[in-house]
């Protein structure tokens, strides 16, 4: 759906009148008249304060924009069912969810409730605790997409809302509020002029785009309209349509904070900072917050493999060991958009980016100056070598998660870097393999490679070929739960 967009200056400039050219004045008089009507139209301020907690089920159908095997639409589609709840006044927040589709299959819970906060991984069978949890940032993603939870939000931050204007999409007149959440970039609501209820809403990612958030089919629950469905759409594409299956007013989450007892209890979790780590000499593993980078120091100049974000901090860590020595290649090993972040980084850096042959266009997209970017496209395979190292990058594709997938392998250390297909946690014991994994392995012995140690882009933990056939080879979990 293509939107008219015009938010009306002059409209901001109109209200101005009243305060003799005071533009900040007005506009914070005219974004808290929106607001007052906003929250009259949800329900009421009174209404809203009283909501202590909250609990939605959902069914959801995600569309993997720039996520899927292939690189154009049609995008591939994946399944998922949930629930979300909250409680405000205690700072509680529980998610559970199971999600089926792009190579994976998972069933997760997330408890954030003090010092009895735990993430759970039900396919494992593991419980661990979580050591510093952050409700805020937990919870944004639900508050986001829930207009009742926004508007309190809003309210409780109105000291730094803004009016933005009014605009016109699809035939609906809308006015236009922007406001900062305590994580995340700033957001913008819009409130239908008729009727004041929220409607849309949208946030810029840098270095990513524009996600817009449509609310839809209002329905009345206990004094406060709730949207029955919900869209999400990445710069423009349909990325999820989720239908709300039950919402629970203040109710009790005692159910959801139980931790079924025949889970296994592992290591606590601990916040992931960035570290660096020898895997072999010369050879680093750097990175954190679950995402991280391979560097192999090769005589004259260095190699990476990894696009994921927070590359300018690992470079940064590499110089401690390197120096000046120059990043003269770097691998990305699809085409996947949190897996082409890091393109601008190493461009920086005068990088060559290596890529599969089918993925050169979304790597030049994602670089700042994407027709002066230096590419070598890879068919199959191709080797760098110098006297000091030998690295072979091979296309292993296709697998359950992506037409190509690039991974680069050290054959005299027997160490290979992939993402996305062996999921290795910073803590426990392996899980069992879902489909991205079965193929990775089919992949490694088709090709007969010699490997010794896994490296991956979203874990600090080096993984062997033990662990993976532990993970083939491992039941899923059933709890009576």
């Keep these: 759906m293509k939107a008219l967009f015009s938010i009306s200056l002059a409209a901001i400039l109109a209200i101005g009148v009243a305060h003799a050219g005071n533009f900040t004045q007005a506009n914070t008089d005219k974004a808290r008249e929106i607001i007052s009507a906003a929250i009259d139209a949800h329900g009421g301020e009174a209404l809203l304060e009283d909501l ?16 899927s095997r292939g690189t154009e639409p049609p995008w591939d589609e994946s399944s998922a069912r949930g629930v979300d709840a909250i409680d405000l006044d205690e700072q509680i927040f529980v998610s559970r969810s199971e999600n089926a589709g792009g190579g994976f299959v998972g069933e997760n819970g997330t408890i954030i409730n003090a010092d009895n906060s735990y993430q759970i991984n039900y396919r494992a069978g593991t419980v661990a605790k979580i050591a510093e949890p952050d409700y805020a940032t937990a919870s944004g993603p639900f508050v986001r997409v829930t207009p009742a939870l926004l ?29 900062s959440m305590t994580v995340g970039p700033a957001i ?14 949208e946030r810029v990612f840098p270095g990513f785009g524009l996600v817009e958030y449509e609310f839809k089919d209002y329905e009345t629950i206990a004094g406060t309209p709730f949207n029955r469905n919900f869209v999400l759409r990445l710069n423009g594409d349909v990325n999820l349509e989720r239908a709300i299956v039950s919402v629970d007013v203040n109710t009790p989450l005692d159910d959801l904070l139980v931790v079924h007892e025949e889970l296994e ?6 916040p992931d900072p960035l570290s660096r780590q020898e ?13 991280y980078a391979m560097f192999v120091d090769m005589g004259d100049y260095v190699f990476a493999a990894g696009g994921t974000g927070g590359s300018k901090d690992r470079i940064k860590s590499l110089r401690e060991v390197v120096g000046d020595k120059p990043v003269k290649y770097a691998m990305m090993s699809h085409h996947h ?50 006297d000091d190292r030998r690295v072979d990058i091979l296309d292993i594709g296709p697998t359950a998660h992506t037409e190509h997938l690039l991974v680069a392998f050290l054959p005299d250390e027997g160490i290979m870097f992939e993402a996305d297909h062996f999921s290795l946690p910073r803590v426990g014991p392996i899980p069992p393999a879902v489909p991205s994994t079965v193929t990775f392995a089919e992949a490694l012995s088709r ?14 933990r080096v993984a062997t070929m033990d662990d993976l056939q532990t993970a083939l080879q491992a039941e899923v979990f059933q709890a009576s739960r």
Excluded at 194 to 200: A, E, G, P, S, V
Excluded at 279 to 291: C, P, Q
Excluded at 447 to 460: C, E, F, G, N, Y
């Design 188 to 201: 913008s609501l819009y409130f239908d002029k008729k009727t004041r209820l929220l409607h849309r809403s």
């Design 52 to 67: 202590q907690t909250l609990r939605i089920s959902h069914e959801t159908t995600n569309y993997s924009v720039d996520q």
């Design 279 to 291: 895997i072999a000499d010369g050879v680093w593993l750097i990175g954190g917050n679950n995402t």
């Design 151 to 179: 508007l309190r939000t809003l309210n409780d931050r109105i000291a730094n809302a803004h009016y933005l204007g009014d605009t016109t999409i699809d035939n609906r007149e809308y006015d236009v509020i922007g406001f």
């Design 337 to 386: 958009f949190d897996h082409v972040l890091a393109v601008p980084d190493y461009e920086s850096q005068g990088a060559t980016l290596i890529a599969a042959r089918e993925h050169e266009k979304i790597v030049r997209r994602a670089a700042e100056y994407g027709d002066a970017l230096s590419i070598k496209a890879v068919n199959e395979r191709m080797t760098l070598e110098t």
């Design 265 to 270: 209890a592992i290591a606590e979790l601990q």
């Design 447 to 460: 090709m007969d490679l010699k490997v010794t140690k896994i490296v991956s882009a979203h874990s600090p």
